[in-house]
């Protein structure tokens, strides 16, 4: 099925049973974040909400909810569109089996945009207002588009082939927005828009945006893609949808014929205002900053439009799709990107950023009698210079040699490296640096550290499974120690208070577990608020170990020393307890939670996926 629009994609859905309608009125205003999140979680489909309060337009979520049903919108698109991916990857695929590619060249040129005259018959005027004013989580600073396709021009090359689309949040209402008015753009400058409105700025000239919502879905997952040199956003839109993207220029400004609603304004240079508090991808509030602000000129809404929307919260969540279909779709990018890199995974459970798993080849020391890393520390640089990869901030990389490893293997693979790291000499700090704009465990806004934890060779010790004699009975108001797997003790810790406090706590810790002998079975110890939450499950540990911690200030260790500038210890401490500076976590409304129980009812829309709950 190639979708024309989003109408067709939710009567497909619905036809094929991957849809649900909700016919009960419900309020934007947390209720259809609940009944989403509820859905999400109990495996369920996707929903048309056909009444939404305060709107005359009907919306849709959960689309990208599973894989399969992903995978079935792109039924009829996918495999050409891998195929284009992996021939600009590798263009001597085409020419080695020219047979088979044959028809990837037709797919190709069928997916280039096409400019059409003035705006489209069906498109009417309307306001900010008028949209579906959907509020996520309680402390949200007002209304958010959670999937726009925010489009941009490069000032010094105009033209769609040279435009970025990306999914950069805009707040439609609250804080000191003047209604209908002015939106917020959240981005962070590095991104396309960033490099486009800091050419405008040179120029002394406003930048003019579009936000299209919806559309056929291949257009909002084309706003995700990290896409090979020279392919455009517009291109895979259209090579994915089966269709060619179809726009207009009205007033100056880029209209997407194939969209339900089009947003269209300006940024100006230095013209910022509040933006935030917004429930955000690593489980916590993004909080409020100063960011661009969107003089808004028209907007536009097909007849019959349906506003497509999502929730943004800890992981799993619907974005998680997103890198499941994008690590299927790009395939070997990011080797042909970084050259020896095997795998990267960036881990969906720990915030998708703050924690990124890779495998990479150690070429450099194949005489030596005992291997140590090399070709991949090489690699590692390469890895936080790259792209979004560049926001992480630990990194485990290794190399097989005698065993098979797999990024995506994610207790494999720190066993894999815990059994074989020397950390006294394979710890690698970069301190001072750039991390996530949504990460609040660092120094600043978008200040914080890295760590690189690498390892090759054969295993230097086995890990214990239990949690070690020496962490029992320790002084300080540390215990109740448990295993996160085998070789990672958590240890519950008093509650954090500062900086100094813990150099001091911390230390005196440390002595203690030296004092009592070698730890060798047991590389990592994380020190958190509650253990008993962070052993429950091993997403747990992944997600309150990785965001609540800044590696250069919460990284400590048993006989810690410097040996001409490099940090090593016998065993690591990383402290992930909640510390005064960072964001709150995302707490749902019981309130409301109880008042959408009625659509799970029995007689409710929903009441089939009561059985589903989990």
């Not at 890990?463 to 109740?480: E, R, T």
């Not at 070789?487 to 203690?512: K, R, T």
Request: hydrophobic fraction near 40%; include cysteine; proline fraction near 7%.
């Amino acid at each position: 099925m190639r979708y024309r629009n989003m109408q067709e994609c939710i009567a497909d859905l619905e036809q094929a049973g991957h849809l649900m309608r909700v016919t009960e009125e419900v309020d934007p205003e947390l209720e259809m974040a609940a009944i989403h999140l509820r859905t999400f979680e109990a495996g369920g489909p996707a929903l048309f909400f056909e009444k939404v309060k305060g709107s005359k337009y009907g919306a849709v979520s959960n689309l990208f909810g599973t894989i399969e049903r992903s995978k079935y919108m792109f039924r009829d698109t996918w495999k050409s569109t891998q195929e284009v991916i992996a021939l600009r990857n590798d263009p001597m695929k085409a020419l080695k089996q020219p047979h088979r590619y044959a028809s990837t060249g037709l797919a190709a040129r069928t997916a280039l945009p096409i400019k059409k005259a003035g705006l489209p018959a069906d498109f009417e005027e309307i306001r900010i207002s008028d949209l579906p004013m959907i509020k996520s989580w309680p402390n949200d600073g007002g209304a958010f588009v959670t999937l726009p396709q925010v489009y941009s021009e490069d000032p010094d090359k105009p033209g769609v082939m040279n435009a970025n689309l990306g999914m950069y949040r805009i707040q439609l209402s609250g804080n000191d927005y003047e209604p209908d008015r002015e939106i917020g753009v959240h981005y962070q400058i590095h991104r396309g828009i960033g490099v486009h409105q800091s050419k405008a700025a040179k120029r002394g000239q406003p930048l003019k945006v579009s936000c299209f919502i919806g559309g056929p879905p291949a257009h909002t997952l084309s706003a995700v893609m990290p896409l090979p040199e020279g392919l455009s956003e517009l291109t895979f839109a259209g090579l994915l949808s089966g269709r060619h993207f179809r726009y207009s220029y009205v007033d100056g400004f880029c209209v997407s014929h194939d969209a339900d609603f089009v947003i269209t304004g300006e940024i100006y240079p230095d013209e910022t205002k509040p933006e935030g508090p917004f429930g955000d991808h690593l489980g916590y509030y993004s909080l409020v900053h100063e960011f661009p602000v969107m003089r808004v000129h028209k907007v536009y809404a097909k007849k019959n439009a349906v506003y497509p929307f999502t929730v943004v919260g800890r992981p799993p969540q619907e974005d998680t799709a997103f890198g499941a279909l994008i690590h299927e779709l790009t395939g070997g990018a990011v080797q042909q990107e970084i050259p020896g890199v095997k795998e990267v995974h960036a881990v969906d459970a720990a915030g998708v950023h703050p924690l990124l798993l890779a495998v990479g080849s150690e070429r450099y020391t194949p005489y030596q009698a005992v291997k140590r890393p090399a070709e991949i520390l090489t690699i590692a640089n390469r890895i936080f210079g790259t792209g979004q990869l560049s926001l992480a901030k630990y990194l485990f990389i290794t190399a097989e040699d005698d065993v098979p490893v797999n990024a995506h293997d994610i207790p494999g693979l720190f066993r894999h490296v815990l059994e074989r790291i020397n950390l006294r000499r394979d710890l690698h700090f970069q301190t001072n640096t750039t991390m996530d704009t949504l990460d609040y465990s660092g120094t600043g806004l978008n200040s914080g550290s890295k760590v690189v934890f690498a390892a090759v060779g054969r295993p230097v010790r086995k890990l214990s499974a239990d949690v070690p004699a020496a962490l029992s009975d320790l002084p300080g108001g540390f215990g109740q120690a448990s295993m996160a797997m085998p070789g990672i003790a958590l240890l519950q810790a008093p509650a954090f208070v500062d900086y100094a406090s813990a150099e001091a706590e911390i230390g005196a810790l440390a002595q203690a577990i030296a004092a009592r002998g070698p730890l060798e079975d047991c590389p990592l110890i994380v020190l958190c608020d509650d253990s008993a939450f962070m052993g429950a499950a091993f997403d747990n540990f992944l997600w309150a170990g990785f965001t609540r911690s800044n590696p250069s200030h919460d990284i400590h260790g048993v006989n810690a020393a410097y040996d001409h500038k490099h940090w090593g210890c016998d065993n690591v401490i990383i402290d992930a307890r909640v510390k005064p500076h960072q964001a709150p976590p995302l707490i749902p409304d019981a309130g409301v939670a109880q008042r959408v129980d009625r659509l799970f009812e029995p007689s409710g829309s929903l009441g089939v996926l009561r059985a589903l709950r989990r």
